[in-house]
């Protein structure tokens, strides 16, 4: 029999790639105390930090022919490249979690379901509440759209009736079509939904190819060298969207290993040798402590020293729609 990859271990689960960070005994997690610390978050937004949903509306439609990036909140995310419009780990959901249960949404999706455009391409990333949405996945509009999902999360899709299902390992490719292919590849974090499914399905990182530029969507993930070596094998890339926000549980733990900081972000994204980087995942749920706005805050101060220019690392409004071409201008 061939050996199977370091991520896939005897008992059918998986794990982070070798020499990513595990978590130390000095772990003291209290579902209570978390409760108590994220009910005292202040939830408010500035009031230009969501954009009007007809705005939104208006501007889908005037870019309709062009390739743009648009931003729905959390890691939801339309990219429109071509003929094909993306979305990745559509939340619609006013909670992450169970019924009714999990983070509730301190901020609306710019758009309803039903308002999207066709969708083409549906990337998962992963199995959390936060980003595998399964109210989301069974009202979705589009079930003929092409799926990519990491291994065993297929059944999720096609028992909801989804007709063109894919399960990834990591560096697994698909083409999509002459202009865009998109490869499953590694990230430092973990998977559950249950108690008994702790690492059943795999998580990991889309790196979408178009024409002559490159995208890397994040997982959820936190640093590891694992993105030293893909920095040398598929960068440099064009733009990285990653996650920058959920890292704050001080004092039940110091930090944690699977959501980076603004900074592991920006240390993450000089890894792969990224032209410009797109903070996400803040702003929608309370998932940690910090305080909401913060995450963007650190994010373009801390820029220059990952030799990075202020103006290469960004994060949108909530609704935001951006051409492609002025999000990669290296001007």
């Known amino acids: 029999m061939d050996k199977k990859p370091y991520h896939h271990l005897p008992d059918g689960s998986f794990r982070n790639p ?16 978390f409760k108590k610390k994220t009910r005292e978050i202040d939830r408010n937004v500035p009031s230009d930090f969501i954009i009007n949903k007809q705005t939104v509306l208006e501007n889908l439609n005037k870019y309709k022919l062009d390739d743009y990036i648009a931003w729905i909140g959390h890691a939801t995310y339309l990219i429109k490249l071509g003929k ?5 780990d559509p939340v619609f959901s006013k909670n992450a979690g169970p019924l009714i249960f999990g983070p509730k949404r301190f901020t609306k999706p710019a758009l309803n379901l039903d308002e999207l455009p066709k969708i083409d391409l549906f990337l998962l990333t992963h199995n959390h509440y936060d980003h595998q949405d399964m109210r989301t996945i069974k009202k979705f509009p589009y079930k003929n759209t092409k799926v990519l999902v990491p291994l065993n999360l297929g059944k999720y899709f096609t028992k909801n009736n989804y007709k063109d299902v894919n399960e990834l390992d990591w560096y697994d490719c698909v083409v999509i ?8 590849l590694p990230a430092v974090h973990w998977s559950k939904r249950s108690l008994t499914d702790t690492n059943k399905t795999l998580w990991g990182n889309f790196l979408i190819e178009y024409k002559n530029k490159k995208i890397l969507f994040a997982c959820d993930t936190g640093y590891g060298n694992i993105y030293k070596e893909l920095g040398e094998k598929f960068g440099p890339v064009d733009l990285t969207m990653i996650n920058i926000g959920a890292y704050d549980f001080k004092p039940m733990f110091d930090k944690s290993i699977y959501h980076t900081t603004p900074e592991e972000a920006l240390n993450v994204a000089k890894d792969l040798k990224s032209k410009k980087v797109l903070g996400m995942h803040w702003g929608t749920f309370v998932l940690s402590f910090e305080p909401i706005m913060e995450p963007p805050k650190r994010f373009k101060e801390n820029a220059e020293n990952y030799g990075f220019r202020k103006n290469d690392v960004f994060t949108f409004k909530i609704g935001e729609v951006s051409l492609l071409k002025k999000l990669l201008s290296y001007s």
């Not at 020499?19 to 003291?28: M, R």
């Not at 094909?84 to 990745?88: A, G, K, S």
């Open 84 to 88: 094909t419009t993306i979305i990745t």
């Open 177 to 184: 079509n002459e202009n865009l292919k998109v490869t499953f």
């Open 18 to 33: 070798e020499g990513s960070p595990v978590h130390t005994n000095k772990v003291n997690f209290s579902y209570r105390f």
